[in-house]
């Protein structure tokens, strides 16, 4: 076993294929099911302790591996090396505006396999950083009950368009949309200076959903009082603080509390 492989190793791996495309997922826990969808540049330490959290709470973890090796530590070399090949992979839509990016339909899937796996009302999902809106857009699946937006960086933001852009077909939005009316719920963490996550793009989240958007914006400005850097992204890894009271350690709370809320006593 690779010193990258310990690192997920207590986890069940496994493979799943939809539409022709195989990919290994990792598994662990019992309950509901929670897609965890990994950050650049892959499914680091940081993301599997994640999901340990989350299967802590009382839910059934399972992460898929979409790109990079799984198990290796994130590192400025290997964060080029995968968003370079993020970009000009078909399957994610890194910079056109209005547009739902392929890979939701395996992610969709594999949202329906884990709901069918492990039960309970639906499913949840935290999409994050490059992926980070990708639980959006699967939310036009009546399974997905708690979806999470960490850090939502796609499109990239480019140009003031893509800014507020949400990273989703004018279909898959509306489809969004009306389930939001009809009491389905979106939760957005972001660190206010995150220059890959505009707050133009939660205003977006604002106006087209209302008060069925949760929004969880952590000061990261010059003086905060906790001493977040300006630079902080990934708020639930690489960037998470876990003290009682820090402000990244409330915002996994909220998380872990909102995927308790949906999937343990959901709302009718």
Same mark, same amino acid.
């Given at each position: 076993?690779?010193?990258?492989?310990?690192?997920?190793?207590?986890? /069940?791996? &496994?493979?799943?294929?939809?539409?022709?495309?195989?990919?290994?997922?990792?598994?662990?826990?019992?309950?509901?099911?929670? !897609?965890?969808?990994? /950050?650049?540049?892959?499914?680091?330490? =940081?993301?599997?302790?994640?999901?340990?959290?989350?299967?802590?709470? #009382?839910?059934?973890? @399972?992460?898929?591996?979409?790109?990079?090796?799984?198990? +290796?530590?994130?590192?400025?070399?290997?964060?080029?090396?995968?968003?370079? @090949?993020?970009? !000009?992979?078909? /399957?994610?839509?890194?910079?056109?505006?209005?547009?739902?990016?392929?890979?939701?339909?395996?992610?969709?899937? $594999?949202?329906? *396999?884990?709901?069918?796996?492990?039960? #309970?009302?639906? !499913?949840?999902?935290?999409?994050?950083?490059?992926?980070?809106?990708?639980?959006? =857009?699967?939310?036009?699946?009546? +399974?997905?009950?708690?979806?999470?937006? &960490?850090?939502?960086?796609?499109?990239?933001?480019?140009?003031?368009?893509?800014?507020?852009?949400?990273?989703?077909?004018?279909?898959?939005?509306?489809?969004?949309?009306?389930? =939001?009316?009809?009491?389905?719920? !979106?939760?957005? $963490?972001?660190?206010?200076?995150?220059? =890959?996550?505009?707050?133009?793009?939660?205003?977006?989240?604002?106006?087209?959903?209302?008060?069925?958007?949760?929004?969880?914006?952590?000061?990261?400005?010059?003086?905060?009082?906790?001493?977040?850097?300006?630079?902080?992204?990934?708020?639930?890894?690489?960037?998470?603080?876990? /003290?009682?009271?820090?402000?990244?350690?409330?915002? $996994?709370?909220?998380?872990?509390?909102?995927?308790? *809320?949906?999937?343990?006593?959901?709302?009718?």
């Amino acid at each position: 076993m690779t010193d990258h492989a310990t690192a997920l190793a207590d986890f /069940e791996a &496994s493979t799943f294929t939809h539409d022709g495309k195989a990919r290994t997922v990792y598994r662990q826990g019992t309950g509901p099911a929670v !897609v965890v969808i990994h /950050e650049m540049p892959g499914l680091t330490p =940081a993301v599997a302790d994640f999901g340990r959290r989350v299967v802590a709470a #009382g839910f059934s973890a @399972w992460l898929p591996a979409l790109f990079g090796t799984p198990g +290796r530590p994130m590192s400025n070399p290997y964060i080029a090396q995968s968003i370079s @090949w993020g970009c !000009v992979n078909r /399957e994610f839509t890194a910079f056109a505006a209005g547009r739902t990016s392929p890979i939701i339909v395996w992610l969709r899937a $594999l949202a329906a *396999e884990a709901h069918d796996t492990c039960g #309970g009302p639906g !499913v949840g999902a935290v999409g994050m950083c490059f992926t980070g809106g990708f639980a959006l =857009a699967m939310m036009i699946d009546d +399974r997905m009950l708690a979806p999470v937006l &960490s850090q939502p960086s796609l499109p990239l933001p480019v140009t003031k368009r893509n800014k507020a852009d949400l990273g989703i077909s004018p279909a898959d939005l509306q489809r969004v949309k009306t389930r =939001a009316a009809d009491g389905a719920c !979106v939760l957005g $963490l972001r660190f206010t200076e995150d220059a =890959a996550v505009p707050a133009a793009r939660f205003e977006t989240l604002r106006r087209e959903l209302g008060d069925a958007f949760i929004a969880v914006e952590i000061d990261s400005s010059p003086g905060n009082p906790w001493g977040i850097a300006k630079r902080a992204h990934s708020v639930l890894t690489e960037d998470l603080v876990d /003290e009682p009271g820090h402000p990244t350690r409330a915002a $996994l709370d909220r998380v872990l509390a909102f995927f308790a *809320e949906r999937l343990h006593s959901p709302v009718s």
